[in-house]
């Protein structure tokens, strides 16, 4: 199974803003801020892990999308979303 981390992670490394001197840390952080600002009213309404699931779904970052996809990397599609928004929290907690 693929960790959850190393997707949002490697999914980071490929946005046009990422700067490869952050920390692993500050990716996560940036990540954060940019999807709740990018879904804010959900986040202002339903709270961040409703936001950070519709952000993800949303094909805002290149994480996995496709049930296929994600069942080869090990995962559950009816959890997967929430999931990635759990760990990303995680990770900034």
């Known amino acids: 199974?693929?960790?959850?981390?190393?997707?949002?992670?490697?999914?980071?490394?490929i946005e046009d803003d990422y700067d490869p001197n952050w920390t692993e840390i500050q990716s996560?952080?940036?990540l954060l801020d940019t999807a709740l600002r990018s879904?804010?009213?959900?986040?202002?309404h339903y709270g961040?892990?409703?936001?950070?699931?519709d952000f993800f779904s949303?094909?805002?970052i290149h994480?996995?999308?496709?049930t296929e996809e994600i069942e080869e990397l090990g995962?559950?599609?009816e959890t997967y979303w929430?999931?990635?928004?759990?760990?990303?929290?995680?990770?900034?907690?």
């Open 75 to 77: 995962h559950d599609p």
């Open 58 to 60: 949303g094909i805002a």
């Open 39 to 44: 879904k804010s009213y959900v986040y202002e």
């Open 1 to 13: 199974m693929t960790p959850l981390r190393t997707l949002i992670l490697d999914a980071i490394k």
């Open 48 to 53: 961040a892990i409703a936001a950070l699931e």
């Open 82 to 93: 929430k999931n990635l928004a759990l760990t990303l929290l995680s990770e900034v907690d």
């Open 28 to 30: 996560f952080r940036w």
């Open 63 to 66: 994480v996995p999308i496709w």
